[in-house]
């Protein structure tokens, strides 16, 4: 395949986005990773802050590049000239979801293809969600994120107490 587009919103990214990242880029030329530009999701980290992250911990993996879009993404596989879309599949509860937006853009483009890459057990319940909440307590969640991406939620929590 020449190119991959994997999406997503990344708020942070995870252990177990970087995980589909790493295995998907072997698969193709070129690998774009686009964060959706979503605020109304109330996102932890801006959109700036979310791409330096990405760039940052895909360095080291030569046909990563980092975008954001905003809008359709269907649109905007186009303007990026690639018809693949990749998305990781955690348990059941993942594919319903899944399944309505890989139908949908198929019905907004019929040429733009959803792939799906199984998730690995380690990684199997993690989301973002999990990672911001457990932090928000307080809680461990060393072996879910980078430690480049732990030491930027301490940041941002810090700083939302004022401490
Ligand atoms: P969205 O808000 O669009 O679901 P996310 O950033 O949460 O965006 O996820 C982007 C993609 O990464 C989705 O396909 C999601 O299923 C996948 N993903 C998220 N967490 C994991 C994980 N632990 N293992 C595999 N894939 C994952």
Known sequence: ??????PG????????????IKRASQLTDKLIVAVLNN???????????????????????????VYSFDGL??????????????????ALTDFEYEFQIALTNRTLNKNIETLFMATTTENLWLSSSVVKEIAMLNGEYSGMVPLFVKNKIEEKISKKRGV
């Open 73 to 90: 993404l269907v649109d905007f596989c186009e303007k990026v000239n690639s018809n693949v879309v990749i998305r990781g599949l955690r």
């Open 39 to 65: 605020q109304a999701k109330m996102p932890m980290f801006s959109l700036e802050e979310k791409m330096e992250m990405l760039k940052e911990l895909t360095k080291s993996i030569e046909n990563v590049e």
């Open 9 to 20: 919103s990344f708020d942070p990214p995870t252990n177990g986005h970087l995980d589909i």
């Open 1 to 6: 395949m020449k190119s991959v587009v994997y």
